[in-house]
C-alpha cells in the first residue's frame, strides 16, 4: 500500500507543472528572429514565436507542435520547444483536448528537438511531468489505447522505452493496481492478434512490452486471488500465458469485454 502521505496523481502532475514552470522561468533566449518555412508558417506567425510563448495562440502552438523539424531552422528548433513546453505539457496532460500526443511528443527525440541534449535540470523536470503523465493515464480508467500512445510518444521523445514500463510496474494502490491490469490484459490481446503498432515511432520495438508483460504475473495474480471474479485479471493471465507459450489468442478475433470484471462480448455488426 502506498504510504498516507503519497500524493494522489493530479497532485503530482500539478507539482510537475510548478517546477517546469520555474526551470524554464525566464524562457530560454532567441538570439534571432524565427526562421522557418514561410510556405506553412505566415511571417507574422515566426514574429508571435519569437516573442512572449504566453502570448502564442493555442492554435499556433498546435501548429508549430505539429510541424517536422526540418521546417524550422535546424539551430533554433529546440530552443522554440524549450520556451513552449510548459504550455506542450498542458496540452498533453488532463486539461488538453485529449488527443494522441505520440505525434507531438515525438518530436521531442532524437530527430528533432533533442530533449536527451538538453540541460539537465529542464531535461529533468520534463521527464518527472512526464511520470506523472503516464501516472495519471494508468489511474484513471482510461482506454489502454490511450495508455499506449502517451507510452509511444514519452518512449519517442526519450529515446527509450524500458524506464517508462518500470515506471508503470512501480505504481502502487488499488487505482494503480487495477489500472496495470487493464493495461497488461490490452496490451497481451493486441500482442497476441500482431496489432500493438507505434504509430510515429518508427524504431519502437513492442517485443519490449511482450518481453515485459510475464514479470506483472505475480501482482496480477494476487489482484485475480483478492478479486476472484475480475475478469481482466483473469484473462490477462491467459493472454500473457499464450504470449510465453508462443501460441494463439485464445479468443476469436475481434474480441471485446467490459472492463474490471464485466462479460466478454463478441462484437456483431
Known amino acids: ?65 505539429g510541424e517536422v523539424a526540418s521546417h524550422w531552422d535546424k539551430d533554433q528548433y529546440a530552443v522554440l520547444w524549450r520556451r513552449l513546453i510548459p504550455r506542450a505539457l498542458r496540452r498533453w496532460g488532463p486539461e488538453g483536448d485529449g488527443s494522441d500526443p505520440s505525434q507531438e511528443m515525438g518530436r521531442l527525440g532524437l530527430t528533432g528537438a533533442r530533449l536527451a541534449n538538453w540541460p539537465a535540470a529542464e531535461r529533468a523536470a520534463v521527464e518527472r511531468a512526464f511520470r506523472a503523465l503516464l501516472h495519471l493515464a494508468v489511474t484513471d480508467r482510461r482506454p489502454h489505447g490511450e495508455i499506449t500512445g502517451l507510452t509511444e510518444g514519452i518512449a519517442h521523445a526519450t529515446g527509450t522505452l524500458e524506464p517508462w514500463l518500470e515506471h508503470i510496474a512501480g505504481l502502487t494502490g488499488p487505482a494503480a493496481d487495477a489500472g496495470v491490469i487493464r493495461l497488461a490484459f490490452g496490451w497481451a490481446t493486441e500482442l497476441l492478434w500482431e496489432e500493438l503498432t507505434f504509430t510515429w515511432w518508427y524504431d519502437g520495438d513492442p517485443r519490449l512490452i511482450a518481453a515485459w508483460l510475464p514479470r506483472l504475473r505475480a501482482r496480477i495474480t494476487s489482484f485475480a486471488v483478492r478479486h476472484p471474479h475480475c475478469k481482466n485479471a483473469s484473462d490477462a493471465l491467459t493472454a500473457i500465458d499464450a504470449l510465453e507459450a508462443g501460441d494463439w489468442s485464445p479468443w476469436l478475433y475481434p474480441y471485446g469485454m467490459r472492463t474490471l470484471g464485466g462479460p466478454a462480448l463478441l462484437h456483431q455488426d
Open 1 to 65: 500500500m502506498p504510504h498516507p502521505l503519497t500524493p494522489d496523481p493530479h497532485t503530482m502532475w500539478r507539482d510537475a507543472l510548478a517546477e517546469v514552470d520555474e526551470v524554464f522561468a525566464p524562457p530560454p533566449r532567441l538570439d534571432r528572429p524565427v526562421r522557418g518555412c514561410t510556405y506553412c508558417t505566415a511571417e507574422p506567425e515566426l514574429r508571435i514565436l519569437g516573442g512572449d510563448p504566453a502570448d502564442v495562440p493555442d492554435d499556433l502552438l498546435g501548429h508549430f507542435m
